[in-house]
């Protein structure tokens, strides 16, 4: 058995930390002492690090610990990110068993660009429900900004990620849901899911819990840039001078208006 806790770091990010009871994975860590601090408290040992792609906030507490731990570190290799000692790429498969960490874990691994080219998710399937690393290209109720690569290249990434079973746990790399939410709603005002959402958010934040994990269907349901056909969010969109109705067309235009929302 294992269980998956969020090590809260930076201003908002969380770096997800996969244990045992004895050894650990941890996805992102943007920075060394907060997951030091973990392992301590927890009398864990590190024996892998996940990257999902090479933001500093993502990256910047791998040279600590790998001073401390000396632990593979697997990614998608880029000239950015020359910590990353394991290339990982499409289709390949990450056994956390052979880890030592969580017997019978295995994570297919998805290129998403869109936010970076070398942007990857970790998938599990070998279990149930799902379990899905995403970093930073969904987001609870929202979605990673289009830093490289094109409009249409993060859309399809995200499509590919919304046919996933509805029940795949979803861990994003920042409590962004509260803020995405408002966007939400002002897309469509009239989706009792998102209303719903919303007072759900508020009441985990009033008690200083995480947002994340969500689930696919729950991001379905009230995430606007996976919700690019319903017709309130492009008659919002309409009013704001949207010309395209197309599904490309839709999502780009709200990506454009979430930059300055």
């Known amino acids: 058995m294992f269980d998956i806790t969020a090590i809260p770091a930076l201003r908002d990010n969380y770096i997800w930390a996969i244990h ?22 927890h009398s864990l040992r590190l024996n892998a690090i996940l990257c999902t792609h090479r933001h500093a906030d993502h990256i910047g ?3 600590r610990l790998c001073e401390v731990y000396n632990v593979p570190v697997y990614g ?9 000692s394991h290339d990982l790429r499409e289709g390949d498969r990450l056994e956390l068993d052979a880890l030592d960490i969580g017997a019978g874990i295995a994570f297919d691994i ?24 995403c970093g930073d290209v969904l987001f609870g109720a929202g ?13 399809h990434s995200l499509q590919r990620l919304a046919q996933l079973p509805g029940d795949t746990r979803v861990y994003c ?12 709603l002002a897309c469509e005002p009239h989706n009792p899911d998102i209303q719903r959402r919303i007072e759900q958010v508020a009441q985990l ?25 319903q017709p309130e969010l492009i008659r919002t969109l309409q009013r704001r001078g949207l010309s395209d109705n197309g599904e490309l067309g839709v999502f780009t235009a709200l990506r454009e208006w979430r930059n300055h929302f």
């Open 20 to 41: 045992d009871g004895r050894h650990a994975a941890v996805v992102d860590p943007g920075e060394a002492a907060p997951v030091l601090a973990f392992l301590d408290a």
């Open 61 to 63: 507490g791998i040279t």
């Open 76 to 84: 998608r290799r880029h000239p950015g990110n020359p910590l990353v």
């Open 110 to 133: 998805l290129e998403i660009p869109g936010h970076l080219d070398d942007h990857l998710a970790y998938l599990a399937v070998s279990i149930a429900p799902g379990i899905l690393f």
């Open 143 to 155: 979605c990673g900004r289009n830093f490289e690569g094109t409009p249409a290249q993060l859309f």
């Open 173 to 184: 790399a920042h409590e962004y849901t509260a803020a995405n939410l408002r966007f939400a």
């Open 205 to 229: 934040r009033a008690a200083s819990q995480p947002t994340v994990p969500s689930s696919i269907a729950l991001e379905k349901a009230t995430n606007p840039f996976l919700r690019c056909t």
